[in-house]
Every structure is written in structure tokens, then in C-alpha cells.
């Protein structure tokens, strides 16, 4: 059945329409934008008073199939995407098994095709068993499916082996995605390292850490004249890095996450393991810098890294709970709300870091923009609407969030992929 958008603002992110528009799907293919449009054998929804985005893509997510099924599985991950706006996500390879060869790859891709729901697609891992000790058939993983590659969770940390990924990723045109972790200086930590990990007597994990491996790597794709994307950037120091890069013209790209614009090291102070995260929370120095670096392209796009994790692991003291929080139900309000509410992000900036530039470093060249002929994955919200963060309203199989109890602006209203309405609140 063909879809007729009515009166619809279209937030593109080259522009915010001054005028409403209608738009129809057909074939899960935008047809035709117009002042009107009149199509009878069409459904039809009414936008007005929302706001039309081309359908928001998140390249960093966690869904735990195969392996940890009780955390969550490909199917309750896409149904919570679904409800937070996201028509196409790319999960990580750091399952049990890893996603390192072309029979679990396929596994991800057939089971979201299944579903049929929204874009599942798998990330593959740049070593095998992710020990960084040997590398992946990365021709292979991009046959099977997987749209880039990454060990995160773990970093790349010998220097001579990610040459060589570099180098075997040039060759496949493959996307490598870091995680920016030197292990022996964070060795042990649970938060970042400063005074406030000492006054709670936690091992720190200090900045260095990631900038470390951000100027390595930086290197590294100066010399291959390859490209590198970095993984939920958190640091002051490590967006200094990468400004300086682009402006060198060196092939790096990079990310950050709504926990990492909004919450600092004092989330822990009430040893709240769902704040616990990967890399830690920082200063709020580092959170201004990150906001910084998406006003100004820095860091290219806004990713949920969701984590979920089961609620007895979570209840664990903080040296033990595991790392990460789920994010997909609550990036769009995060967003409206600490970005666009105090005009750190225009509505097309938002339009261009969670759509049109993930769709432009993953190479997803149908997505990202409303326009004719491309995908019809659409994303509705009301930029207006209120709501808090409830446990019981949370779609995903986990709900370790420390934004629980928040109030929030700007919600999903429908989500559309392919022309088909998959969420509506």
C-alpha cells in the first residue's frame, strides 16, 4: 500500500522546509513531494505540528544475539529502535560468539530480515574472537553482509596489527571502527580518573587513554591515506585531535553518544552502576567540547551506543556491574532536549548527525535525506511533547538507563521504513 504524508515540515539536513509538504511513498520509494497531493487508494497521516526527518540511523548499537539472549535479542532491539525513531542500526560484533565469520554474520542479517521490521545490519570484527591477535577474512564479512568493521568493546592496541587492518580495509573498501582504549592505562578502572574517582576511592580510567590511541590512529590513516571512524568520543583532548586532523585532510571521522553531551563523573557519586559506562563519563569540561565538536561538524553524528544488560548484573557493586546503558528509546528526547532546546544544534544539524551523515560514512547512499527517489524511511516527531523516562514503558528487554525519572522534550511519534509505519505511539 502506498503512504501519503500530509502537511508534513521536512527537516533535511541542508535545510528546515519553510513550507509544509506532502510526500508519497510507493514501492517503499518517496514518489513525489508537493504542495498537494491527492492519491485515494493511499493510507494517509496527518503531520501537522510535527517535524519530518529523513528516517535517523544509528551506527553504534549492542544486540546481544547471538549468545546473551536474556539481555536482549535482534528482535526486541529492533522493536526498541523502532519506538525511538531509528529506521536502519548497526549492531557490534561483541557477541558470544563473536561476529567474526560469515555464518554468524549471516545469522544477524537473515534473523533481521525475518522481522522485517527496520534495517538490521551487522558490524563485523576487525580480529578473530576479538583477541587482536589475528585478523578477520574481511572480504568475506562484507559478502556476508557486514556494513564495517570494529573490536569494540576492546581496542586494537598493538600498533603493527592495526597497520595491517588499515591496510587489508583500504583494499576490501570496508569502514574500521575504533575503539579508543590504551587497556594498560585503564586497566581496572570503572570511571574516569580525578578527584572525584579518588573522594569514591574507584580506580580512574584516565583520559590519556583514548587520546592515545586517537593520535595513533590518526597517524596511521595519514600514512596509509586511509580512513578511520572513532567510536563514542568522550574526551576534551581527543576532539582537539581530530579537529586538528580533518583540518590536515586525514580520513577520520567520528561519533559520540547522548550520555557523553548530557551526564558527567558525578552521575557515580550515588554509585549508580546503570551510569557506568565505556568509556566512562567525564568532566564537564569534556561534555561543553563534545557539544562543541557537533555544532561544528568535529564529530560527525550522534550514536545511542545501546547496552543493554539484565537487571541482576546491573545490581552488582560498581567494580563488578558491567559496563554500558540502553539508549535507543531515549536518544531522540536526549538530543531535543540538551541540544536542541538550548541551541547548541539547529533542527538540520540534528537531521544531519543522526541521519545524513551516518548514511554518508557507511555508504548507504538511498538514505539520509527526504527526497524523490530515495528510500522511503521516514521519522516523525513532535518537537513539542513532554514525557519522562519510565522503566515499564521501555520497549527493550533491558531498561539500565540513569535517565529513568527524566523528564524530556521531543518525542517520536511514527516511525516509517519502506513506506510501511512500523512504530506509532
Not at 239 to 245: K, N, P, S, W
Not at 361 to 375: H, S, T, V
Amino acid at each position: 500500500m502506498s503512504l501519503l504524508i500530509k502537511n508534513a515540515v521536512i527537516v533535511n539536513a541542508d535545510k528546515l522546509a519553510k513550507q509544509p509538504r506532502d510526500i508519497l511513498i510507493e514501492k517503499g520509494v518517496i514518489k513525489k513531494i508537493a504542495s498537494s497531493i491527492k492519491e485515494e487508494k493511499a493510507k494517509t497521516i496527518d503531520t501537522k505540528g510535527k517535524l519530518v526527518f529523513p528516517g535517523l540511523i544509528d551506527i553504534h548499537a549492542h544486540f546481544r544475539e547471538p549468545g546473551e539472549e536474556h539481555k536482549e535479542t535482534i528482535e526486541s532491539g529492533v522493536m526498541a529502535a523502532a519506538k525511538g525513531g531509528f529506521t536502519t542500526v548497526m549492531c557490534m560484533p561483541n557477541t558470544v560468539p563473536v561476529i567474526d565469520n560469515r555464518s554468524i554474520a549471516e545469522l544477524v542479517v537473515n534473523e533481521s530480515h525475518r522481522i522485517g521490521l527496520i534495517n538490521c545490519i551487522p558490524i563485523g570484527a576487525i580480529t578473530k574472537g576479538q583477541n587482536s591477535q589475528e585478523l578477520t577474512d574481511m572480504f568475506e564479512l562484507k559478502e556476508a553482509g557486514c556494513g564495517a568493521l570494529s573490536d569494540d568493546g576492546k581496542c586494537v592496541s598493538d600498533s603493527h596489527l592495526m597497520r595491517l587492518a588499515m591496510e587489508y580495509a583500504k583494499m576490501v573498501d570496508i569502514l574500521l571502527i575504533q575503539h579508543c582504549e590504551d587497556h594498560a592505562l585503564s586497566s581496572g578502572s570503572v570511571m574516569n580518573e580525578g578527584v572525584t574517582s579518588t573522594l569514591l576511592g574507584l580506580k580512574g580510567d584516565p583520559g590519556l587513554s583514548e587520546s592515545v590511541i586517537v593520535a595513533r590512529d590518526i597517524e596511521l590513516a595519514h600514512y596509509l591515506d586511509s580512513r578511520i571512524h572513532f567510536a563514542h568520543m568522550s574526551l576534551k583532548r581527543s576532539v582537539e585531535l581530530i579537529r586538528a586532523a580533518k583540518a590536515r585532510g586525514i580520513k577520520v571521522t567520528a561519533e559520540a553518544t547522548p550520555h557523553h553531551f548530557t551526564l558527567t563523573e558525578d552521575e557515580l557519586k550515588s554509585f549508580n552502576t546503570n551510569a557506568k559506562v565505556h568509556p566512562p563519563l567525564r568532566t564537564k569540561e569534556d561534555v561543553e567540547a563534545i557539544k562543541a565538536a557537533l555544532r561544528d561538524g568535529t564529530i560527525d553524528c550522534i550514536v545511542t551506543d545501546h547496552a543493554p544488560h539484565a537487571r541482576e548484573d546491573k545490581e552488582k557493586d560498581l567494580d563488578h556491574a558491567p559496563f554500558g546503558m540502553t539508549g535507543l528509546e531515549t536518544a531522540v528526547g536526549l538530543a531535543v532536549t540538551e541540544l536542541i532546546e538550548p541551541r547548541v544544534l539547529s533542527w538540520s544539524q540534528m537531521a544531519q548527525t543522526m541521519s545524513a551523515a551516518p548514511a554518508k560514512i557507511m555508504g548507504l547512499k538511498n538514505k539520509g535525506a527526504i527526497q524523490e527517489g530515495l528510500d522511503g524511511d521516514v521519522t516523525i516527531i513532535d518537537p513539542d511533547e513532554e514525557w519522562i523516562v519510565c522503566e515499564k514503558d521501555f520497549v527493550s528487554k533491558s531498561n539500565n538507563s540513569p535517565f529513568v525519572g527524566r523528564k524530556l522534550k521531543g518525542r517520536v511519534t511514527e516511525t516509517i521504513r519502506a513506506g510501511k509505519i512500523v512504530f506509532q505511539q
